[in-house]
């Protein structure tokens, strides 16, 4: 097998798609491998020929990577007739004996139509056992329940401690923008880990780097936990210190003022599903130049997930979509007795028509440039709002909140080796 490729391009680009309270959340976490094929990412790789069925799937063990950040197991899913399927592991159906007892990371598929599971560390030295309790199919929205049992070669006694060590870093601290960033690492054979707190106030834009001997090293991809974030890079040498580097954050700006715009006459010259631009007799009060153009169309958004009373929209409905200049996310929402978490009605970027009344934010793709120095800067925004029938586009008034302003930096520490 070959070795992962870590040489992932800057995340210049974010979306937020507000669901229905109460909808389910992803079934699996999903790992930031970059090649389309399974590849071990270091540590030691033992082929593997275990195979379990049940509920008329069966779960075949390709291979296993172990070390003592995590083990990763390469499968295969198919049906009764021998058929390839596709499938999820949904978190919490694994169950094992031998691993360390910590939840697994992560799921992906791959081109080849087999599987990696990130589990936890080996304990012990030899045979372990992997059991699954269910799986998802159909895009991971049907249940298969089960009991799918595989047992692992795992390495060898004479090779364990070699296998599994592992390294602790010192701890490091940097100060972004007047705010303390304390910085924790750990290296096995397989990969380098560094977890930290990001500032409260600041929007990460884009995952850390590291450079060890020279060499800068991208992510193989993050974890966010409830206050810190933790990135896998590739293996680095063991007893070599580890240069991180954080940044480019965002900063809430300054909020412009409201824009009445003459909504109505820009669709009026523009056929259905085109993007108009506003002309300047259009802009009837506030700042030009933000909203670059408009559009109406339809969306499938599919079948609305949550209470019987919940006011999102689903099916084909119309939406009214504008293109922003500058990056405006969704501010966090205003939470009373009466308003449900995270409605877009409480929060900007907001639409409101000629009569006042405010429309449903769908959802808002916020991108940024980037530069030929890899530095990141202002992109645009595209925010879509629910057009109801009853909705006069004659007048609009958009509320933007506050824009991001990008801080490149970097920050940087040096985290030594024990």
Same mark, same amino acid.
Do not use: C
């Given at each position: 097998?070959?070795?992962?490729?870590a040489?992932?391009?800057?995340?210049?680009?974010?979306?937020?798609?507000?669901?229905?309270?109460?909808?389910?959340?992803?079934?699996?976490?999903? #790992?930031?491998?970059?090649?389309a094929?399974?590849?071990?990412?270091?540590?030691?790789?033992i082929?593997?020929s275990?195979e379990?069925?049940?509920?008329?799937?069966?779960?075949?063990?390709l291979?296993?990577?172990f070390?003592?950040?995590?083990?990763?197991?390469?499968?295969?899913?198919?049906?009764?007739?021998?058929?390839?399927?596709?499938?999820?592991v949904?978190?919490?159906?694994?169950?094992?004996?031998?691993f360390?007892?910590?939840?697994?990371?992560?799921?992906?598929?791959f081109?080849?139509?087999?599987?990696?599971?990130?589990?936890?560390?080996?304990?012990?030295?030899?045979?372990?056992?992997?059991?699954?309790?269910?799986?998802?199919?159909?895009?991971?929205?049907?249940?298969?329940?089960?009991?799918?049992?595989?047992?692992?070669?795992?390495?060898?006694?004479?090779?364990?401690?070699?296998?599994?060590?592992?390294?602790?870093?010192?701890?490091?601290?940097?100060?972004?923008?007047?705010?303390?960033?304390?910085?924790?690492?750990?290296?096995? $054979?397989?990969r380098?880990?560094?977890?930290?707190?990001?500032?409260?106030?600041?929007?990460?834009?884009? #995952?850390? $780097?590291?450079?060890?001997?020279?060499?800068?090293?991208?992510?193989?991809?993050?974890?966010?936990?409830?206050?810190?974030?933790?990135v896998?890079?590739?293996g680095?040498?063991?007893?070599?210190?580890?240069?991180?580097? #954080?940044?480019?954050?965002? $900063?809430?700006g300054?909020?412009?003022?409201?824009?009445?715009?003459a909504?109505?006459?820009?669709?009026?010259?523009?056929?259905?599903?085109?993007?108009?631009?506003?002309?300047?007799?259009q802009?009837?009060?506030?700042p030009?130049?933000?909203?670059?153009?408009?559009?109406?169309?339809?969306?499938d958004?599919?079948?609305?997930?949550?209470?019987?009373?919940?006011?999102?929209?689903?099916?084909?409905v119309?939406?009214?979509?504008?293109?922003?200049?500058?990056?405006?996310?969704?501010?966090?929402?205003?939470?009373?007795?009466? $308003?449900?978490?995270a409605?877009?009605?409480?929060?900007?970027?907001?639409?409101?028509d000629?009569?006042?009344?405010?429309?449903?934010?769908?959802h808002?793709?916020?991108?940024?440039?980037?530069?030929?120095k890899?530095n990141?800067?202002?992109?645009?925004?595209?925010?879509?709002?629910?057009?109801?029938?009853d909705?006069?586009v004659?007048?609009?008034?958009?509320?933007?909140?506050p824009p991001?302003?990008?801080?490149?930096?970097?920050?940087?520490?040096?985290l030594d080796?024990?």
């Amino acid at each position: 097998m070959r070795k992962i490729d870590a040489k992932l391009g800057l995340t210049i680009a974010a979306a937020t798609v507000l669901a229905s309270a109460g909808a389910a959340t992803d079934v699996a976490t999903r #790992l930031w491998y970059s090649g389309a094929e399974p590849e071990t990412p270091g540590g030691v790789l033992i082929a593997q020929s275990s195979e379990s069925t049940a509920g008329g799937i069966t779960l075949r063990a390709l291979s296993a990577t172990f070390s003592g950040t995590e083990t990763v197991l390469n499968f295969r899913a198919t049906d009764e007739a021998g058929n390839l399927i596709d499938l999820v592991v949904p978190d919490g159906a694994f169950t094992g004996d031998g691993f360390r007892p910590i939840p697994p990371q992560g799921f992906q598929r791959f081109d080849d139509g087999s599987f990696i599971v990130e589990l936890p560390p080996v304990i012990h030295p030899g045979s372990v056992v992997v059991e699954f309790g269910e799986v998802r199919v159909h895009e991971g929205r049907d249940r298969v329940a089960g009991r799918w049992t595989l047992p692992l070669v795992g390495p060898s006694e004479t090779e364990f401690g070699d296998v599994m060590r592992v390294e602790e870093l010192q701890v490091g601290t940097v100060d972004v923008e007047g705010e303390k960033v304390t910085l924790t690492g750990r290296r096995s $054979t397989s990969r380098t880990i560094i977890e930290y707190d990001p500032p409260l106030t600041l929007r990460e834009l884009a #995952l850390p $780097t590291i450079t060890v001997d020279g060499k800068t090293l991208l992510s193989l991809g993050s974890r966010t936990g409830p206050s810190t974030v933790g990135v896998a890079f590739p293996g680095t040498a063991f007893g070599r210190p580890v240069t991180v580097f #954080l940044g480019p954050f965002a $900063t809430p700006g300054e909020p412009p003022d409201a824009m009445v715009l003459a909504v109505g006459d820009a669709l009026d010259d523009a056929a259905k599903g085109t993007d108009v631009a506003l002309t300047a007799s259009q802009v009837i009060s506030g700042p030009s130049g933000l909203v670059l153009a408009v559009n109406s169309h339809e969306e499938d958004l599919g079948m609305s997930i949550g209470r019987s009373s919940d006011p999102r929209p689903s099916g084909r409905v119309d939406v009214l979509e504008f293109t922003l200049r500058g990056n405006w996310h969704p501010t966090d929402p205003i939470v009373t007795e009466t $308003t449900i978490l995270a409605d877009p009605k409480t929060t900007t970027p907001a639409l409101y028509d000629a009569h006042g009344r405010q429309l449903f934010r769908i959802h808002a793709v916020i991108n940024y440039s980037k530069d030929w120095k890899g530095n990141i800067g202002e992109g645009q925004t595209r925010v879509a709002f629910w057009l109801q029938d009853d909705i006069d586009v004659a007048r609009m008034t958009v509320v933007l909140g506050p824009p991001s302003r990008v801080l490149n930096g970097p920050w940087s520490v040096t985290l030594d080796a024990p």
